[in-house]
């Protein structure tokens, strides 16, 4: 029987443009280390590149240690002094971008009736965020971090989506089946990668992302009030 629901954040529980919220994330921080040294656009292709070992992570550090060991490789380590004024971007300018996502009442109403079943929830958002960063979008979307046991962000990871070990590694930490557990997400790549897990997929359709044309027809899928049926039928089963 369903006892845990994994829930991606950015597109499904937070509503978003990615391309749109990605843009507006890297002006703002291209403008605050600007007076720091780095160049606009090189720093924000340093950034794509620090993203993309992240994902490329095998678990032989955390995602925290891939992105800064590449960082420091492009700029060298005397830039480590500069993280705090990163760290500080998140606390502060980052939370400009909040204008450039929407919100869904229903997400947290969505959340909250699922808790109310007894469920478990867990917070699988790409860890490619430092933790201060992922509890500001939880919020964002009008839930709380205590509403998850568990959130993933890139201090407390050591894999990425679409790698199912991001998945595995879940399940063994809170020592959970994928059969006992739905992931919900918007993009048709990354979350459903849980189902190499053995875990069932329930795609959110409302901001969805399918950049490679597959065919969703076989995945359950529709909005909010969908999901919620599908949950409540997964618990009678």
Request: aromatic share 12%; net charge negative.
């Amino acid at each position: 029987m369903l006892s845990t629901v994994f829930f991606d954040l950015d597109g499904t529980l937070l509503p978003m443009d990615q391309d749109a919220f990605t843009k507006d994330y890297f002006k703002r921080l291209a403008g605050k280390l600007a007076p720091l040294g780095y160049e606009p656009e090189r720093l924000v292709k340093s950034v794509w590149a620090g993203t993309a070992a992240m994902v490329k992570n095998n678990g032989e550090r955390t995602n925290e240690e891939a992105f800064w060991q590449y960082f420091l490789g492009l700029y060298g380590e005397a830039c480590r002094k500069d993280k705090p004024v990163f760290d500080e971007f998140y606390e502060k300018e980052f939370q400009g971008a909040k204008a450039s996502c929407g919100f869904n009442p229903q997400a947290a109403q969505t959340v909250e009736a699922m808790k109310a079943m007894g469920l478990r929830l867990v917070l699988a958002t790409n860890p490619i965020f430092p933790a201060v960063a992922t509890e500001s979008r939880i919020r964002w979307a009008g839930l709380r971090p205590e509403d998850f046991v568990l959130y993933t962000t890139y201090e407390n990871s050591r894999f990425c989506k679409p790698n199912p070990a991001y998945y595995q590694a879940l399940l063994d930490q809170l020592g959970l089946a994928a059969e006992e557990c739905l992931m919900v997400g918007n993009d048709a790549e990354e979350d459903t990668a849980a189902q190499e897990t053995g875990m069932p997929v329930f795609l959110l359709t409302d901001c969805l992302i399918n950049r490679k044309g597959r065919d969703l027809s076989p995945y359950p899928q529709g909005g909010f009030s969908q999901l919620l049926e599908f949950v409540k039928a997964s618990r009678q089963g």
